[in-house]
């Protein structure tokens, strides 16, 4: 069974600086590409950031710059590193591995 369990988020200030964490079980993460996505309130879900199987990463415009998806295959963690946040990061954010979806970690960027 392949289980994703996000954790890292938090209440930051705008211009702060978050690295989120997704744990995977039941999978080797090497193996395989992993996806970040955010869903803020009241709206839709949103592809923010993905490694493929060979490292290759690609981001959504709106973090270009500013965030780094990352995969560590010897804990089997993939992780995003996020700096330069604004209010508009605020979001429940959530790993993906396989069409699994973590249970996502709120980031609450905010004075």
């Known amino acids: 069974q392949v289980q994703l369990v996000e954790s890292g988020g938090g209440l930051v200030q705008p211009g702060g600086s978050l690295r989120l964490s997704c744990a995977a079980s039941?999978?080797?993460?090497?193996?395989?590409?992993m996806a970040w996505y955010r869903q803020a309130p009241g709206k839709e879900r949103e592809l923010v950031a993905l490694i493929s199987m060979s490292g290759n990463t690609n981001y959504a415009d709106f973090v270009k710059g500013r965030f780094t998806i990352s995969r560590d295959n010897a804990a089997n963690t993939g992780h995003l590193q996020m700096s330069g946040l604004r209010p508009e990061d605020t979001a429940v954010y959530y790993c993906?591995?396989?069409?699994?979806w973590g249970q996502g970690t709120q980031v609450t960027v905010s004075s």
């Open positions: 039941g999978i080797n993460i090497g193996t395989y590409g």
């Open positions: 993906v591995v396989l069409a699994t």
